[in-house]
């Protein structure tokens, strides 16, 4: 099974600051490898996905993620916050290709936008 | 938007009482699968379905039971609720891009037990 690990449940950051939420997974093959918003009392929304057809993924709402396989990590980055960028996210990997593909979900990290 | 709803969207029940979460799509995707959020846990898999009748257990299965009678209904059922199964429950289905499966959630459904 694949386990992936979300260091910081808090992170606050300045607006207009840089944004760097970490993500590392551990499996020995490089599993399929997302990352998810979600905003107050609402569902997951998919930010980006890896699919190692690159290594530096880009999202929406200017979010992007780099796929490092050396330090099995998938970082989340975002160069300047927004107030509205306040959220929590989650990191995600599967790996499957005959079953399921059952995500597995690291524990989440609250962003926080200081204005 | 994945065409996903979750009925209700917010319960409160009693411990020992039988409970039906719904989950409907429109798109007729064939995976769709049950999760509960919990602070601290992230997201963890209940059960998911691989179409008409097929299912099979996720992580925390335990006291739970899921039926799929047909495509577009994934029913979850806690048999006798436990104030431990307190929770926001997801369903989601999974869809093909870029040649990987994704999985879409839909809104949530928030269950508190007494």
């Known amino acids: 099974a694949q386990s992936v690990t979300q260091l910081g449940s808090h992170v606050s950051v300045s607006e207009g600051a840089l944004v760097l939420l970490r993500c590392n997974y551990s499996s020995s093959v490089p599993p399929y490898l997302f990352w998810y918003v979600q905003y107050p009392n609402q569902g997951l929304q998919l930010l980006l996905k890896?699919?190692?057809?690159?290594?530096l993924v880009k999202g929406i709402n200017g979010f992007e993620a780099e796929f490092k396989k050396s330090e099995t990590s998938f970082h989340l980055t975002k160069p300047s916050a927004h107030m509205s960028d306040a959220a929590e996210y989650f990191c995600a990997a599967s790996r499957d290709q005959t079953g399921a593909n059952n995500l597995f979900f690291g524990t989440g990290t609250r962003l926080t936008v200081i204005p | 938007d994945a065409g996903i709803t979750q009925s209700p969207r917010h319960k409160v029940t009693e411990t020992g009482t039988p409970v039906t979460l719904r989950c409907h799509q429109t798109e007729n995707h064939r995976y769709m699968y049950w999760y509960r959020q919990d602070p601290g846990h992230g997201l963890r898999l209940i059960h998911y379905s691989y179409g008409v009748k097929d299912t099979d257990k996720g992580e925390v299965s335990d006291g739970y039971s899921v039926s799929r009678s047909k495509t577009e209904d994934f029913l979850l059922t806690l048999e006798s609720a436990t104030s431990s199964q307190t929770s926001v429950y997801f369903c989601?289905?999974?869809?093909?891009?870029?040649?990987?499966?994704?999985?879409?959630f839909g809104p949530g459904t928030r269950l508190t037990v007494t």
């Open positions: 890896y699919t190692s057809a690159a290594t």
């Open positions: 989601a289905i999974r869809m093909t891009s870029g040649g990987i499966y994704e999985q879409y």
